[in-house]
């Protein structure tokens, strides 16, 4: 049978066809039923299968994420702790607040050592505070040679606690070097300023929920 033998098929006697266009016209019935179903059955299906696999895939990248971190957890701690340590003397560099008139007098006794004339000297009337530490900035003003200078900014970095010279402007005023900076030092606070510290730090949060 060839093509135009099937259009000359009557449609309204399909019962009566020949076996072989009887067979090709069942067949594509039940793909179209088979194609409706998918289309409509296994839709969903398919779509939860596509959602498990995006999962899958996230899961995997968490466990390996995972993995990495427990294979790499006693590296980890070491480093935590070499952290923690470096911390810790940091810590026992800021004076408490007892050796701060000392650490003053020192910056000071750097400055005349060196044969610097103190023209300001003069902490803050307040200090500036932190979580776990306050900043006492020092204006300081200064006259003497560059090398003395030098010198000085030298042996404040040297002192056993942490001072700073900050904001530093040398000026000539006719022959002589007048330096002007911030010096600043820290000390670390006690329990009951670290509390006041944190009360103060959960009131500004909550006022910032508020608004």
Known sequence: MNLDDLRRLPLHDVGNWPMLPKALVLGSIFFVIIGIGAFFDWKDQWETLGRAEGEEVTLREQYAQKKAKAIN?????AQLSEVEQSF?????????????????????????GRGLVFELFKPAAQERMADFYAELPIAIRITGNYHDMGAFASDVAQLPRIVTLND???????????????????????EDEIARQRALAKQAKDKARKK
């Not at 530093?168 to 006690?190: E, P, Q």
């Open 168 to 190: 530093v402007t040398i000026a000539n005023d006719k022959g002589t070097l007048k330096m002007d900076a911030v010096a600043k030092t820290f000390r670390y606070l006690d």
């Open 73 to 77: 957890f006693d590296a980890y701690r």
């Open 88 to 112: 810790g003397a940091l810590v026992k560099q800021l004076p408490n607040r007892s050796e701060i008139d000392a650490l003053l007098t020192d910056i000071n006794q750097a400055g005349l």
